[in-house]
């Protein structure tokens, strides 16, 4: 059974730093694109990064380039996000998700909350 | 990387079909046939329910289907169920190699 469990996200202040984890299970993941995908409190979903299987690709939505970093961690099973200079309008849930190369997320984790405030 | 569009609400009875549209542009939806359709219930995570347009994944019922024509994807579904009250999303392949979602659909069942 595929499994994705998100943890790191908390309450964090604006121009904080934050890292996010994904530990994946279940399947072989060093076969498969990995995506992060987040939603704002009551709000839609935005797509926020993706990730080939050996790490060498690594697209980003605009709002995020230069701040977040998409990585992983093969031999760990284990995706990432490191985010920095956080902003308010970073706060949401982010979820991690086994992904296609034209990024159709056919699995999800639970999600964590990011929550970005002073 | 603007958003796709989609209409805010949709509704219907039990045992109707109803259509959600998802519009874009030429730079998204009507290059690429990497059109993918999401159902989410509140609290729950998105669950994926069409694939390349009109692809569904294992387990996911035959009343859900979709297409595509220009800019705009839409997705129908038949014989509604109680159940299948929830968001809907839409997300297409974008230049760039990015990817975009809609805004989001409200299905309620009458």
């Known amino acids: 059974e595929v499994q994705l469990v998100e943890s790191g996200g908390g309450l964090v202040q604006p121009g904080g730093s934050l890292r996010l984890s994904c530990a994946a299970s279940?399947?072989?993941?060093?076969?498969?694109?990995m995506s992060w995908v987040r939603q704002a409190p009551g709000k839609g979903l935005e797509w926020v990064a993706n990730?080939?299987?050996?790490?060498?690709?690594?697209k980003y939505v605009d709002s995020v380039k230069g701040r977040f970093t998409i990585s992983r961690d093969n031999a760990k099973n284990s995706l990432y996000l490191q985010m920095n200079s956080l902003r308010a309008e970073d706060t949401a849930v982010y979820y991690c998700?086994?992904?296609?190369?034209?990024?159709?997320?056919?699995?999800w984790g639970q999600g964590t909350l990011v929550t970005v405030s002073s | 990387q603007s958003a796709l569009t989609q209409p805010a609400s949709v509704s219907g009875s039990p045992g109707q079909s109803i259509t959600i549209s998802c519009t874009g542009t030429?730079?998204?939806?009507?290059?690429?046939?990497?059109v993918s359709w999401y159902q989410q219930h509140p609290g729950k995570a998105p669950k994926l329910m069409i694939y390349d347009v009109s692809n569904r994944p294992s387990g996911v019922s035959d009343r859900f289907s979709g297409s595509k024509s220009g800019n705009t994807a839409s997705l129908a579904i038949s014989g509604l169920q109680a159940e299948d009250e929830a968001d809907y999303y839409c997300s297409s392949y974008a230049s760039s190699s990015t990817r975009v979602f809609g805004g989001g659909t409200k299905l309620t069942v009458l």
């Open positions: 998700a086994r992904s296609t190369w034209s990024g159709h997320c056919f699995y």
């Open positions: 030429s730079s998204d939806v009507g290059s690429y046939d990497y």
């Open positions: 279940g399947f072989t993941f060093s076969s498969h694109w």
């Open positions: 990730i080939k299987e050996d790490g060498s690709e690594k």
